[in-house]
């Protein structure tokens, strides 16, 4: 059990060394209550007392403070070394937002523009087809290519409009395509898995449907082009180094840091019917922008901060205001008539910014902030951003089965414990 002492410890540990302070302090709209948070801390205690999840931790900052933060249970069961605030992630789509800070970063210096084809950094791109079925007159299905109807942009890879499928889920031939091309166990560098993307149809034209997929890891080739160096080269130059974020890469370099990764029960290990948790000891030639990233609660708490502080922190300015405005604004709305997969992760309450889900519309019962934004990773990973009441929250632990169902369930008892 985490003590009180042990938890003062803690918050005065991410206070000083691990989440600086933030630029402003206004006053919440709401606070989060004692008793809620009681709430949350045994429904997380109950998920790793009946062995659904090795361990897990929590943090929740407002006005640039931890209000909360508990480590529960162990890294991995096999060790039964406890979780603490130096334990190791595999981040997966939570790279996706860091992908997209660089991207706008380039946006900003007008080296890169939203409107810009991909062909024009990529152009292979220029000659990509789209896959359409097609039933002949003896009844068999065909896979046709049809030419683009418009070019895929910039805009698209942030928004998940690229046509871009992941391969894993839906069915149809295209994504039968990306299955079999295998693009999550291949590690290629950035540049050989662009080439053989292009090889592959789109599975929709550009532009038309929220299709989740890899179009952020083409967006990590595309700022690497710009960029003249590897992703993690420019993300630690630009990002990673000057926040502070020591402990976030692709993988884990340093053997003796090895007793700090964290490992999801030995019987939930798939992260899709023919992917494994990735053993993130083994050097990796792919920077997947889209879900290679590993790190620590406390790097990200920095990279949320900053974006909560409108794209400062401690002094530094990464991205303006007004970025961080648009990449948290909806860019699939009813105006768009973009359509949306039939697994649109974001859920009904929610549209699609620059890199992050957006909260477009208050959940029946509730009285959850509109504009908040966030993303999670397949390994179990979540954190939100709740500009309203100065506040964000970065839930840490890996379980690739339960991460939906723990998710809306702690967000929910999290809100409740802020009245809403």
Same mark, same amino acid.
């Given at each position: 059990?985490?003590?009180?002492?042990?938890?003062?410890?803690?918050?005065?540990?991410?206070?000083?060394?691990?989440?600086?302070?933030?630029?402003?302090?206004?006053?919440?709209?709401?606070?989060?209550?004692?008793?809620?948070?009681?709430?949350?801390?045994?429904?997380?205690?109950?998920?790793?007392?009946?062995?659904?999840?090795?361990?897990?931790?929590?943090?929740?900052?407002?006005?640039?403070?931890?209000?909360?933060?508990?480590?529960?249970?162990?890294?991995?069961?096999?060790?039964?070394?406890?979780?603490?605030?130096?334990?190791?992630?595999?981040?997966?789509?939570?790279?996706?937002?860091?992908?997209?800070?660089?991207?706008?970063?380039?946006?900003?210096?007008?080296?890169?523009?939203?409107?810009?084809?991909?062909?024009?950094?990529?152009?292979?791109?220029?000659?990509?087809?789209?896959?359409?079925?097609?039933?002949?007159?003896?009844?068999?299905?065909?896979?046709?290519?049809?030419?683009?109807?418009?070019?895929? !942009? %910039?805009? &698209?890879?942030? #928004?998940?409009?690229?046509? @871009?499928?992941? $391969?894993?889920?839906?069915? +149809?031939?295209?994504?039968?395509?990306?299955?079999?091309?295998?693009?999550?166990?291949?590690?290629?560098?950035?540049?050989?898995?662009?080439?053989?993307?292009?090889?592959?149809?789109?599975?929709?034209?550009?532009?038309?449907?929220?299709?989740?997929?890899?179009?952020?890891?083409?967006?990590?080739?595309?700022?690497?082009?710009?960029?003249?160096?590897?992703?993690?080269?420019?993300?630690?130059?630009?990002?990673?180094?000057?926040?502070?974020?020591?402990?976030?890469?692709?993988?884990?370099?340093?053997?003796?840091?090895?007793?700090?990764?964290?490992?999801?029960?030995?019987?939930?290990?798939?992260?899709?019917?023919?992917?494994?948790?990735?053993?993130?000891?083994?050097?990796?030639?792919?920077?997947?922008?889209?879900?290679?990233?590993?790190? !620590? %609660?406390? &790097?990200?708490? #920095?990279?949320?901060?900053? @974006?909560?502080? $409108?794209?400062?922190?401690? +002094?530094?300015?990464?991205?303006?205001?007004?970025?961080?405005?648009?990449?948290?604004?909806?860019?699939?709305?009813?105006?768009?008539?973009?359509?949306?997969?039939?697994?649109?992760?974001?859920?009904?309450?929610?549209?699609?910014?620059?890199?992050?889900?957006?909260?477009?519309?208050?959940?029946?019962?509730?009285?959850?902030?509109?504009?908040?934004?966030?993303?999670?990773?397949?390994?179990?990973?979540?954190?939100?951003?709740?500009?309203?009441?100065?506040?964000?929250?970065?839930?840490?632990?890996?379980?690739?089965?339960?991460?939906?169902?723990?998710?809306?369930?702690?967000?929910?008892?999290?809100?409740?414990?802020?009245?809403?």
């Amino acid at each position: 059990m985490f003590g009180r002492r042990a938890l003062i410890a803690a918050l005065v540990l991410l206070a000083g060394g691990i989440v600086a302070k933030a630029g402003s302090e206004r006053p919440a709209v709401h606070t989060l209550a004692p008793a809620g948070l009681a709430k949350v801390s045994d429904y997380i205690r109950n998920e790793v007392a009946t062995g659904k999840i090795p361990g897990a931790i929590l943090l929740l900052q407002q006005h640039g403070k931890p209000v909360y933060y508990q480590n529960f249970g162990v890294r991995d069961v096999a060790t039964e070394l406890s979780m603490s605030a130096d334990t190791i992630f595999r981040l997966y789509s939570m790279s996706k937002p860091v992908t997209s800070v660089m991207a706008m970063m380039l946006v900003e210096e007008g080296k890169l523009s939203l409107d810009d084809p991909v062909s024009k950094y990529i152009p292979a791109f220029a000659g990509m087809k789209v896959g359409i079925e097609k039933k002949a007159e003896d009844g068999k299905v065909a896979l046709v290519l049809e030419p683009l109807e418009r070019p895929i !942009t %910039i805009k &698209d890879l942030l #928004r998940h409009t690229s046509g @871009l499928p992941y $391969g894993y889920y839906g069915g +149809g031939m295209v994504r039968e395509l990306y299955a079999n091309a295998n693009l999550f166990n291949s590690d290629l560098t950035n540049a050989e898995f662009a080439a053989k993307i292009a090889t592959l149809p789109l599975v929709e034209q550009p532009g038309t449907v929220w299709d989740y997929g890899y179009s952020t890891d083409v967006l990590g080739r595309v700022v690497e082009i710009i960029a003249g160096k590897t992703l993690l080269q420019f993300e630690k130059e630009r990002l990673l180094d000057p926040l502070g974020m020591t402990e976030t890469a692709f993988f884990v370099a340093d053997p003796a840091k090895f007793p700090r990764i964290v490992e999801p029960m030995p019987e939930d290990r798939n992260i899709n019917p023919t992917t494994q948790v990735r053993d993130i000891r083994r050097p990796a030639t792919w920077e997947s922008g889209g879900g290679g990233m590993v790190g !620590t %609660i406390g &790097d990200y708490a #920095r990279f949320a901060q900053m @974006l909560l502080n $409108g794209g400062t922190y401690d +002094g530094r300015r990464y991205l303006k205001p007004e970025t961080i405005a648009l990449m948290a604004s909806d860019h699939i709305g009813p105006e768009t008539k973009i359509a949306r997969d039939q697994n649109y992760y974001p859920g009904g309450s929610s549209g699609f910014g620059l890199g992050f889900a957006v909260r477009t519309s208050v959940p029946p019962g509730t009285t959850w902030p509109l504009g908040e934004y966030r993303w999670d990773g397949v390994g179990g990973t979540f954190f939100f951003i709740d500009p309203e009441d100065d506040l964000f929250g970065i839930f840490m632990v890996q379980t690739p089965t339960q991460r939906g169902r723990i998710q809306l369930a702690l967000k929910t008892l999290i809100y409740q414990a802020m009245g809403r």
